[in-house]
């Protein structure tokens, strides 16, 4: 722990390690000086140590952990990496329409203004837009969405908000699926990595009920723990809560039964994490097309909309 502290540069991660060490000098246990320091070792960290400590195999259990951890981060990373991209084009997309519609439109609207004729449908579309948002009820109408942000976000803190919002998510066309694997690979990796390290099962169902990321799939995996705890087997509650393919449920009950749990959980992990890897690799080579057809339509619907005039007043003009 002292040469991890001297080696270490962040500051406050180098206090944290420091204080570890003179705690464990001092006589406490390390996964008691772990539980100290919550926001930099979490409950699974604390239990998997402890479990290592009362076996006597701490260092296969930190190996343990440090291949949980680096495959999860490494999932993370895919998902942020599939996620940035359209964020990012999607808000170029907007503020080149906004900037199109607030300054570009008013200035061809004053030239508009002078025709004596009838605009276009779509140019009256744009102009009318254009219009609504550099009046005062823009201001009302963004007060008003940011309002409504907030209290949803207020809301979503709740229990009962986080459960549906989750729920919600999990409903989304293409990204619903997408989660709900992520959900499925992260229940099968850390139950798979808490018991192959020691861990009781019901203490594993409430360390994985907490880090499931999930409102919809905690509340299954804290009625599964229930369940387990009055004599029943895993798989069965699993497969009642309608949350688990039964791909998942038939392997965690043959793994039940042959006394393999954590093979097959690490087995369907693997596979989740291939499939989760298969669909982010779908959605990026699918969304950066519709993203260019997207920006497309919008700016060249706007051009179309504002050039739409002039060549109808060359046409008048060669007649």
């Known amino acids: 722990l002292d040469i991890l502290a001297e080696q270490t540069d962040d500051v406050r991660f180098k206090n944290v390690i420091s204080q570890l060490s003179t705690d464990v000098e001092g006589g406490e246990s390390f996964s008691d000086a772990l539980r100290k320091h919550p926001r930099a070792y979490p409950d699974l960290y604390v239990s998997m140590v402890r479990a290592g400590e009362a076996s006597g195999n701490l260092d296969g259990v930190l190996l343990q952990l440090a291949d949980y951890m680096e495959a999860m981060e490494d999932l993370k990373r895919r998902i942020k990496s599939a996620m940035t991209y359209p964020v990012v084009a999607f808000s170029m997309i907007l503020l080149i329409a906004g900037g199109l519609i607030v300054w570009v439109v008013p200035q061809f609207g004053e030239i508009f203004s002078s025709f004596d004729a009838q605009l276009p449908a779509p140019t009256r579309v744009l102009i ?18 940011i309002a409504v942000v907030f209290v949803a976000r207020m809301y979503a803190r709740t229990p009962a908000g986080r459960y549906q919002f989750d729920s919600m998510k999990l409903r989304l066309p293409v990204f619903g699926k997408l989660l709900r694997k992520v959900a499925i690979s992260r229940f099968a990796r850390t139950l798979s990595t808490l018991t192959r390290s020691g861990v009781a099962i019901l203490a594993a169902l ?56 954590e093979q097959m959980l690490s087995k369907i992990s693997d596979f989740y994490d291939s499939e989760v890897k298969a669909t982010i690799d779908g959605l990026t080579s699918l969304i950066e097309p519709l993203l260019i057809l997207m920006m497309g339509i919008v700016v060249g619907g706007i051009v179309v909309a504002l050039f739409l005039p002039i060549l109808q007043l060359s046409s008048l003009v060669q007649q």
């Open 128 to 145: 009318a837009i254009s219009e609504v948002l550099r009046s005062p009820m823009a201001f009302v109408v963004v007060g008003a969405f």
């Open 206 to 261: 409430e360390i994985v009920e907490r880090t499931a990321g999930n409102e919809v799939f905690a509340k299954a995996i804290e009625k599964a723990g229930d369940s387990v705890r009055g004599g029943e087997t895993l798989a069965d509650p699993l497969a009642r809560s309608g949350e688990f393919p039964a791909i998942v449920t038939r392997m965690i009950g043959v793994g039940e039964k042959t006394g393999a749990l």
